[in-house]
Nanobody, 119 residues
Framework: QVQLVESGGGLVQPGGSLKLSCVAS????????MAWYRQPPGKRRELVAI???????DYPLSVKGRFTITRDNARNTTNLQMNSLTPEDTAVYYC?????????????WGQGTQVTVSS
């Protein structure tokens, strides 16, 4: 059974930081691309950070320079360090694991963790 379990969300003041963690089980973690998405209230889910199975990160412009994604294959964990948070970062954050080789494709999601940026 595949599980992605996020943790680390909460309430933080503008300008503050949070670190989200996602622990995966039931998959060969090192073969998966990992990513963090978020869904602000009333909006569509959007990508905020992605890291390849080789460890190469990428970010959209909205978070580049503020967010850092890492992975630890030995611990089946991916983390998202978020700095300089603004109220616009308020959302439910989801961990995603994605694998595709030829015709085989696996796409798994965590249950989400709420991040609220407010004074």
């Amino acid at each position: 059974q595949v599980q992605l379990v996020e943790s680390g969300g909460g309430l933080v003041q503008p300008g503050g930081s949070l670190k989200l963690s996602c622990v995966a089980s039931g998959i060969n973690f090192g073969l998966y691309q990992m990513a963090w998405y978020r869904q602000p209230p009333g909006k569509r889910r959007e990508l905020v950070a992605i890291i390849s199975k080789e460890g190469s990160p990428d970010y959209p412009l909205s978070v580049k320079g503020r967010f850092t994604i890492t992975r630890d294959n030995a611990r089946n964990t991916t983390n998202l360090q978020m700095n300089s948070l603004t109220p616009e970062d308020t959302a439910v954050y989801y961990c995603n694991a994605y694998y595709k080789v030829m015709w085989r494709e696996n796409d798994y999601w965590g249950q989400g963790t709420q991040v609220t940026v407010s004074s």
